[in-house]
Nanobody
Framework: QVQFVESGGGLVQPGGSLRLSCAASGFTFSNNYMSWVRQAPGKGPEWVSGISRGGTLTTYADSVKGRFTISRDNAKNTLYLQMNNLKPEDTALYLC??????????WGQGTQVTVSS
């Protein structure tokens, strides 16, 4: 079955950095467009970033553009999200997802990111 295991979240001060990882299994990772999505308390899910199957094309939500970098290692079936210059409004549960911005699905538990001084 499809499984995602996200890790790397934590508590960080504004301006800090974190690197999230998502280990995927149960499907052919290299054949799928992958995304990161997040859900803040009391809000609906928000698509954050996506990456093409080969990793050459990336897209970002305007809210994170220039601060976040998505990448993937198809040999390790792993998706990454490097987050720099974090802001309090980035506080959310981050999940990896299979599919693009308008058609994604997530199977993981997510990793919590809290940005606070």
């Amino acid at each position: 079955q499809v499984q995602f295991v996200e890790s790397g979240g934590g508590l960080v001060q504004p301006g800090g950095s974190l690197r999230l990882s998502c280990a995927a299994s149960g499907f052919t990772f290299s054949n799928n467009y992958m995304s990161w999505v997040r859900q803040a308390p009391g809000k609906g899910p928000e698509w954050v970033s996506g990456i093409s199957r080969g990793g050459t094309l990336t897209t970002y939500a305007d809210s994170v553009k220039g601060r976040f970098t998505i990448s993937r290692d198809n040999a390790k079936n792993t998706l990454y999200l490097q987050m720099n210059n974090l802001k309090p409004e980035d506080t959310a549960l981050y999940l990896c997802a299979r599919g693009p911005r308008n058609d994604w699905r997530s199977w993981g538990q997510g990793t919590q990111v809290t940005v606070s001084s």
